[in-house]
């Protein structure tokens, strides 16, 4: 047989689409060519597919082959194609089967030496073969576990091309399937380490209980990087499908914990204030690789000392802040991938990062610095809250009286089941989730609960996106007081969120 045909998945972000890769032996002069918009990685597949094959012990056809991507404006990325390429060639050259390529997606990089290497975005590309109606997946066998996440779809594990060949002939193999890792529970830092500060221990435990987003503004060493680190620990479990999607980013990004195929637990990102735009959204040559914000995506993005963030990264953050998605265009194509976190920011109130006291600099200074968070940005944010700095005697004083992780986890569980209970049957699961329109049209509250509201909106000391912020924290305060619905009490505090700091009236 001189035409063969295979099967393998590009991914342009988290979504995929099936490949087809035809093998076709000419007579003609030896030589190898290979069609259907590859990229510098794919195109290099032609060297190691052919070394791998020669080194399993198969002779390389001597004919003029052509391999062929297709669809061919579909862009393809990446040492992925490797495994469906050689068993193009193989089939063509009659060493396997035809019908043994059909209905199975192969998915592996080729070493020279014939070994199967893993790769990069398994879990989407296995998801987008079931979903085409695939039943079979080969891939390396350090990719087996992550395969194995989707339901319906049998996958094998190969560790070198010899292993392929056997499993395409039905011939047995030692499919050495990695154990799974013991895994440790995961230390984090409790929220019963930080003294005081009761509006910012507060402001945690909404964000998490609604997946609200917050500032916390004080001086330096007040614990606002300690509450932030804090936030995570307060979060439940990430459901199935929620884990899934994460897992998708993740794997794609190439960050899976090793042995660890599901990502479990709300994801944390702090990247550091120097980072650039294409690390936090997403970027880089070809595809977009996914960014910070999204491998934040059901959890939280945490920027410390906000400020010193450059102004392109701050402003980027408005689209998913927004949508909860990033859509990012590259020649290669423009990548979706998902981004809903919860936004924290920590900030000094002046660029001298001195204590309150020691600061002697003018309030221009101080203003100047904190509008760095522009305005847009800053009226997305629920909650602007003031870290002031702890006393010595605040410091020694036994914090045995002061809330657990386990416990405050527990009320934004509750709290979290609620506002699920009432949302059911929408495609919202937290109050932030909310559209402000829906939230009033759906769950209006009386005048005499939203009345501080309606005059802070009516005097312009709120916008009319930062009303619906303080309605839908007032649902988390109400929730996690578990009370039917906001009274005037909850809109209050939402409002005193809300309008905490000086940098709120920046925002206005
Ligand atoms: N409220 C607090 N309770 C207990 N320890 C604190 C508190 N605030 C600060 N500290 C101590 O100071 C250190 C620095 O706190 P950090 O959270 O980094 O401050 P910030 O981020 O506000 O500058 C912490 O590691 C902790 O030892
Ligand atoms: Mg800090
Ligand atoms: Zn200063």
């Given at each position: 047989m001189?035409?063969?045909?295979?099967?393998?998945?590009?991914?342009?972000?988290?979504?995929?689409?099936?490949?087809?890769?035809?093998?076709?032996?000419?007579?003609?002069?030896?030589?190898?060519?290979?069609?259907?918009?590859?990229?510098?990685?794919?195109?290099?597949?032609?060297?190691?597919?052919?070394?791998?094959?020669?080194?399993?012990?198969?002779?390389?056809p001597s004919r003029r082959i052509t391999l062929a991507l297709s669809p061919a404006w579909l862009p393809k990325r990446g040492s992925g194609f490797d495994l469906a390429l050689a068993a193009a060639v193989l089939s063509a050259d009659g060493v396997v089967a035809a019908a043994s390529l059909h209905g199975r997606v192969l998915l592996g990089e080729l070493g020279l030496d014939g070994r199967v290497r893993p790769v990069r975005g398994v879990l989407p590309a296995a998801l987008t073969a079931r979903r085409a109606g695939i039943e079979r997946l080969v891939v390396s066998s350090d990719n087996l576990r992550e395969a194995h996440l989707v339901p319906g779809l049998t996958a094998r594990g190969v560790g070198c091309l010899r292993d392929l060949v056997a499993l395409l002939r039905g011939e047995d193999y030692d499919e050495s399937v990695p154990p799974a890792p013991v895994r440790l529970p995961v230390e984090r830092p409790d929220l019963a380490d930080v003294v005081g500060q009761v509006s910012g221990r507060t402001a945690v435990e909404v964000a998490a209980a609604g997946g609200h987003h917050a500032l916390l503004l004080g001086p330096p060493g007040s614990g606002k990087t300690m509450l932030a680190e804090r936030l995570p620990g307060l979060l439940p479990p990430l459901s199935r499908?929620?884990?899934?999607?994460?897992?998708?980013?993740?794997?794609?990004?190439?960050?899976?914990?090793?042995?660890?195929?599901?990502?479990?637990?709300?994801?944390?990102?702090?990247?550091?204030?120097?980072?650039?735009?294409?690390?936090?959204?997403?970027?880089?040559?070809?595809?977009?690789?996914?960014?910070?914000?999204?491998?934040a995506h059901r959890g939280v993005l945490f920027l410390d000392e906000a400020p010193e963030f450059s102004s392109r990264v701050l402003d980027a953050l408005r689209q998913p802040l927004e949508s909860g998605r990033l859509s990012i265009t590259r020649v290669g194509g423009t990548a979706v991938y998902p981004a809903a976190f919860s936004l924290l920011l920590a900030a000094n109130p002046c660029p001298c990062a001195k204590p309150d006291g020691d600061c002697s600099c003018p309030p221009d200074t101080r203003r100047r610095y904190l509008a760095r968070l522009s305005g847009p940005l800053l009226d997305r944010v629920d909650m602007h809250v003031e870290v002031p700095q702890i006393t010595l005697t605040e410091l020694l004083a036994d914090s045995g009286h002061t809330e657990t992780t386990a416990v405050v986890a527990a009320r934004v569980r509750a709290a979290r089941a609620r506002a699920r209970s009432r949302l059911a049957g929408t495609p919202w699961r937290t109050n932030s989730q909310v559209p402000a329109v829906e939230l009033r049209r759906r769950w209006p509250l009386p005048r005499t609960s939203t009345a501080t509201a309606d005059v802070a909106l009516d005097r312009g000391r709120l916008t009319a996106?930062?009303?619906?912020?303080?309605?839908?924290l007032a649902w988390t305060l109400a929730d996690l007081q578990e009370c039917d619905r906001p009274g005037p009490e909850h809109v209050d505090h939402a409002l005193r969120f809300r309008l905490g700091t000086a940098v709120g009236e920046l925002a206005a």
């Amino acid at each position: 047989m001189a035409l063969a045909r295979a099967f393998a998945v590009a991914l342009v972000g988290v979504e995929g689409q099936v490949v087809e890769v035809e093998a076709d032996l000419a007579q003609g002069l030896p030589g190898l060519t290979v069609i259907g918009l590859p990229d510098a990685a794919l195109a290099e597949a032609r060297d190691r597919v052919r070394a791998a094959i020669v080194n399993s012990g198969h002779s390389w056809p001597s004919r003029r082959i052509t391999l062929a991507l297709s669809p061919a404006w579909l862009p393809k990325r990446g040492s992925g194609f490797d495994l469906a390429l050689a068993a193009a060639v193989l089939s063509a050259d009659g060493v396997v089967a035809a019908a043994s390529l059909h209905g199975r997606v192969l998915l592996g990089e080729l070493g020279l030496d014939g070994r199967v290497r893993p790769v990069r975005g398994v879990l989407p590309a296995a998801l987008t073969a079931r979903r085409a109606g695939i039943e079979r997946l080969v891939v390396s066998s350090d990719n087996l576990r992550e395969a194995h996440l989707v339901p319906g779809l049998t996958a094998r594990g190969v560790g070198c091309l010899r292993d392929l060949v056997a499993l395409l002939r039905g011939e047995d193999y030692d499919e050495s399937v990695p154990p799974a890792p013991v895994r440790l529970p995961v230390e984090r830092p409790d929220l019963a380490d930080v003294v005081g500060q009761v509006s910012g221990r507060t402001a945690v435990e909404v964000a998490a209980a609604g997946g609200h987003h917050a500032l916390l503004l004080g001086p330096p060493g007040s614990g606002k990087t300690m509450l932030a680190e804090r936030l995570p620990g307060l979060l439940p479990p990430l459901s199935r499908q929620e884990a899934l999607e994460v897992t998708a980013v993740h794997s794609v990004a190439g960050l899976l914990p090793e042995g660890e195929p599901l990502v479990e637990l709300p994801p944390f990102q702090d990247p550091h204030h120097t980072a650039t735009v294409a690390s936090i959204v997403g970027g880089g040559s070809g595809i977009a690789r996914p960014g910070a914000a999204s491998l934040a995506h059901r959890g939280v993005l945490f920027l410390d000392e906000a400020p010193e963030f450059s102004s392109r990264v701050l402003d980027a953050l408005r689209q998913p802040l927004e949508s909860g998605r990033l859509s990012i265009t590259r020649v290669g194509g423009t990548a979706v991938y998902p981004a809903a976190f919860s936004l924290l920011l920590a900030a000094n109130p002046c660029p001298c990062a001195k204590p309150d006291g020691d600061c002697s600099c003018p309030p221009d200074t101080r203003r100047r610095y904190l509008a760095r968070l522009s305005g847009p940005l800053l009226d997305r944010v629920d909650m602007h809250v003031e870290v002031p700095q702890i006393t010595l005697t605040e410091l020694l004083a036994d914090s045995g009286h002061t809330e657990t992780t386990a416990v405050v986890a527990a009320r934004v569980r509750a709290a979290r089941a609620r506002a699920r209970s009432r949302l059911a049957g929408t495609p919202w699961r937290t109050n932030s989730q909310v559209p402000a329109v829906e939230l009033r049209r759906r769950w209006p509250l009386p005048r005499t609960s939203t009345a501080t509201a309606d005059v802070a909106l009516d005097r312009g000391r709120l916008t009319a996106r930062g009303y619906g912020r303080v309605l839908r924290l007032a649902w988390t305060l109400a929730d996690l007081q578990e009370c039917d619905r906001p009274g005037p009490e909850h809109v209050d505090h939402a409002l005193r969120f809300r309008l905490g700091t000086a940098v709120g009236e920046l925002a206005a």
